[in-house]
């Protein structure tokens, strides 16, 4: 072994060969540097040079790296030295935007203990001779480009006590055998979101050492086993993992972290996962759980988070889920996507700090418990897809925090209650697909954040509030298939961020308002959104995610397809020009109403993608530039007036179907001359029964309805945050 020792005496096994001169020597430099230590930090001229090489093979476009020149370590950026010795025991470049490939030059840093390459762009493979590290305690490399499989030589690294590669989504292969044995020490492995396979190795279920263990996002399969050790993280979430869950007996003690997300775990829930008495988040969403719940799985109070969404769980919903449950900490639950039936039970409302519940996509039965306004924290209700019946409990206004509440597609009745104007923060309403009548109260002019509001599908009637102009901030807006009559106010479209409206199914009558025509469609920028999904019905989904253990994130999607749906209405008269100079439009339906009138040039309209004027009175001739809109991929204008002729050369073919019951149009076919559009066999809405290119068109304008989704990301109040900083480890 050669090493330059500038200050021997801190090393035994030379300080035996030291004679009185050096020691002299010694000892006037460390009183030196006793009193100015700054003289004794100068950069080991070996280390200097091997970072140097490093340097020279680093893309460094930020130019961050420009500091590393002369002797003095403090300089250098990134770089920590031993102080008397001047041996670089750390490197720390995270997120400097560098690239490129690691130089082994690297490798002859031989004192290093901490290094840190963490976000940035670094490709290639990790090189071999990362093995004579020897003193190496903590190797991170996270989130960068690095590809291939972790080389064999590091298991030589005996010492590490943290290796964390992951977000590096070539990095994989089979997961090592070694990894679990290789440094007594390790406590800290982390290769979530890499691609490794194969199963986990047995060693890593009894490395003694380990307490954070993150597997997360690979392709790793096999069955999960106990763990032998106090583990205090897991994560095996994303994988092909089977089986069914273990007790973790041996970390009863310290687990706070459990999630097996999304895997194929079988079998019931154990009621020993109750015992784990420092268990603050699990997430077993998304595997194959089964049976019910039993009453005797409880939690201690520090349980935060509990998803067990989209698994196969039945029977009635869990009573008591704390020990205690006046104190406890639950802020997120999350029961929905299973089979479970039976009514909501009271208990679930004295779970006080609860700001996220979800029980949406069960089979429960019976009313929205009142004492549901208890929960004060609550920020996010989602009951939808289940029979609730009853109507919406006006003790709800005691959740005066609430952004989002979601009580579509079940068997509510009974009216919109004025009072629920005291839900100033709501964001999201959806009470779509319900039985819900009378009329919209003008008291709810005061939920002035109101951005997403979804009252399709119910027994709605009266003519627009006037409270609907005080939601300043409305992105979509549905009031489809109600019984709304009467005019259209000149309001209508001066919303500054509206993105839908969706007054489909209603009778109101008179024509479409010209004045104050304001829809701005912000958020439209223009870019196409393909593809088209298949999806048939707009969804409003909230999902929430634990960010890094510390932040509780809900998210908002709903269709935002940029649109106007006045179809099947009472509407009369003329389109107004300036509904066809609306330049974000992307959707626009007005079928089914008695317009006539002629239609103007298109043109500004470059980003339609779907029109539908069918079955209306409109005259005069077919513009000539419409088949000019690049994206348009729907167009229906039959059932109309039209008159005049279609050239075969304007490229209508793509729309096949579209000037049917037109009968003084001819449109040309090449060659053959006219072609008139006969009306369809049968008129009114069923168009399951014409056969050939309009069914198709059918089922594409009800997919065009959510071809992508927006989401709206909301933080989680300062006192959740301080909930859940609680379980970060
Ligand atoms: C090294 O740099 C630091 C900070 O820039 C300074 O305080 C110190 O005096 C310098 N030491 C030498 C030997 O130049
Ligand atoms: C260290 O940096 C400071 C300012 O950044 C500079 O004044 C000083 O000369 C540098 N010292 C050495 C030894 O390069
Ligand atoms: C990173 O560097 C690239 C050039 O290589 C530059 O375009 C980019 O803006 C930089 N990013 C940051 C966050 O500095
Ligand atoms: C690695 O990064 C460098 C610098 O950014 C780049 O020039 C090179 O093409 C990359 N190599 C691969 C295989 O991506
Ligand atoms: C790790 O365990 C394997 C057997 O599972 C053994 O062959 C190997 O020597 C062990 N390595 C170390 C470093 O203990
Ligand atoms: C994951 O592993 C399975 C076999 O277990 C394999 O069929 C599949 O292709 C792998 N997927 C990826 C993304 O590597
Ligand atoms: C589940 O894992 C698969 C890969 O195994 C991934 O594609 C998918 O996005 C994951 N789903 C969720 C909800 O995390
Ligand atoms: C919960 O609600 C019920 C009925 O609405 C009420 O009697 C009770 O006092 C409330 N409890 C708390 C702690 O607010
Ligand atoms: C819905 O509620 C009505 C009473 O309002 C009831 O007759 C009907 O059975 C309920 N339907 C379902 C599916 O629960
Ligand atoms: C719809 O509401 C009207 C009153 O506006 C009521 O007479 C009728 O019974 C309701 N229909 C249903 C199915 O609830
Ligand atoms: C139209 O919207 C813009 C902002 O997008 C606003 O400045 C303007 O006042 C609005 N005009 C009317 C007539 O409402
Ligand atoms: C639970 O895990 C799933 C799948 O990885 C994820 O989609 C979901 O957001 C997680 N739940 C929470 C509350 O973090």
Redesign the pocket.
């Given at each position: 072994m050669e090493l330059k020792l500038d200050f021997p005496v801190f090393h035994p096994w030379s300080s035996s060969k030291l004679s009185t001169l050096p020691l002299l020597l010694l000892l006037m430099l460390l009183s030196l540097c006793s009193f100015s230590p700054s003289q004794c930090s100068d950069l080991d001229p070996k280390d200097k040079a091997s970072l140097l090489l490093f340097r020279s093979s680093v893309q460094n476009p930020d130019q961050s790296l420009a500091t590393w020149f002369g002797s003095n370590c403090t300089n250098w950026t990134g770089i920590s030295c031993e102080d008397r010795t001047g041996r670089v025991v750390s490197v720390d470049l995270a997120n400097m935007n560098l690239s490129g490939r690691l130089h082994p030059g690297l490798c002859e840093l031989s004192f290093l203990e901490h290094l840190k390459l963490s976000e940035n762009n670094f490709n290639g493979t990790i090189p071999t001779c990362f093995g004579s590290l020897g003193n190496l305690k903590a190797l991170d490399l996270s989130h960068n480009s690095f590809v291939g499989i972790l080389p064999d030589d590091m298991m030589r690294l005996g010492q590490l006590r943290e290796l964390v590669l992951s977000g590096n989504r070539e990095l994989g292969g089979i997961l090592p055998r070694w990894i679990g044995n290789f440094s007594n020490n390790l406590a800290k492995l982390d290769l979530s979101s890499n691609s490794f396979h194969g199963e986990i190795p047995d060693s890593l279920y009894n490395l003694k050492s380990l307490r954070h263990l993150d597997l997360g996002d690979n392709n790793l399969s096999g069955n999960v086993h106990e763990f032998y050790q106090s583990l205090e993280y897991l994560s095996l979430a994303s994988n092909k993992l089977v089986g069914a869950l273990p007790c973790f007996s041996a970390a009863t003690k310290s687990l706070t972290v459990l999630t097996l997300a999304n895997n194929s775990l079988v079998g019931g829930i154990p009621t020993c996962i109750g015992s784990l008495e420092a268990l603050a988040h699990l997430n077993l969403s998304f595997n194959h759980l089964s049976y019910g719940i039993s009453p005797r799985l409880v939690f201690t109070e520090k349980l935060i988070v509990m998803d067990l969404s989209f698994n196969d769980l039945s029977g009635p919903l869990p009573v008591k889920i704390a020990v205690a449950t006046e104190k406890s900490g639950l802020v997120l639950l999350d029961l929905s996507h299973n089979q479970f039936s039976g009514k909501i039970p009271l208990k679930i409302t004295e779970l006080k700090s609860l700001q996220a519940l979800f029980l949406s996509h069960n089979h429960l039965t019976g009313e929205i418990p009142p004492r549901i306004g208890n929960l004060t924290y609550l920020q996010v209700i989602d009951l939808s897809h289940n029979s609730l019946s009853g109507s919406i409990p006006l003790d709800i206004v005691g959740c005066f925090q609430l952004l989002a509440l979601i009580l579509n597609n079940n068997n509510l009745s009974g009216e919109i209650q004025p009072e629920l104007d005291a839900l100033d923060s709501l964001k999201i309403l959806d009470v779509s697909h319900n039985k819900i009548s009378g009329e919209i109260p003008l008291t709810l002019a005061g939920l002035k954040s109101l951005e997403i509001v979804e009252l399709s599908s119910n027994n709605l009637s009266g003519t627009l509030s006037d409270a609907i102009t005080k939601w300043l901030n409305l992105k979509y807006l549905s009031l489809a298939h109600n019984k709304f009559s009467g005019n259209l106010p000149s309001w209508l479209f001066?919303f500054?961020a509206i993105q839908m409206i969706d007054f489909s199914g209603n009778k109101f009558s008179g024509f479409i308002p010209e004045g104050?025509f304001?829809i701005?469609f912000h958020n439209n920028n223009g870019e196409p959104k393909e593809p088209f999904t298949s999806m048939k019905n707009v969804e409003i989904k909230v999902s929430t995610m634990v960010i890094n253990t510390s932040e509780l994130s809900f998210n908002f999607e709903v269709s935002s397809t940029v649109g106007i749906d006045l179809s099947d209405n009472l509407l009369r008269c003329e389109i107004p020009n300036v509904l066809f100079e609306v330049e974000g439009l992307e959707y626009l339906n007005l079928s089914y109403n008695y317009l006539d009138g002629q239609l103007p040039s298109l043109e500004k309209m470059w980003n339609l993608r779907s029109l539908d004027l069918s079955h209306n009175s409109l005259s005069g001739q077919i513009p000539g530039n419409i088949s000019t809109l690049k994206n348009l991929k729907l167009l229906n204008l039959s059932c109309n007036g039209f008159s005049g002729s279609v050239p075969a050369n304007q490229g209508y073919k793509r729309f096949p179907g579209a000037f049917a019951g037109n009968p003084d149009l001819c449109v040309e076919s090449s060659g053959e001359g006219c072609e008139r559009g006969s009306p369809p066999a049968a008129s009114g809405k069923t168009f399951e029964q014409v056969e050939g290119p309009i069914l198709v068109w059918v089922f594409c304008v009800s997919a065009f309805v959510s071809f992508y989704s927006s989401v709206v990301g909301l933080f989680c109040s300062g006192r959740a945050r301080s909930y859940i900083l609680q379980t970060k480890v």
């Open positions: 001066t500054e104050n304001n701005s």
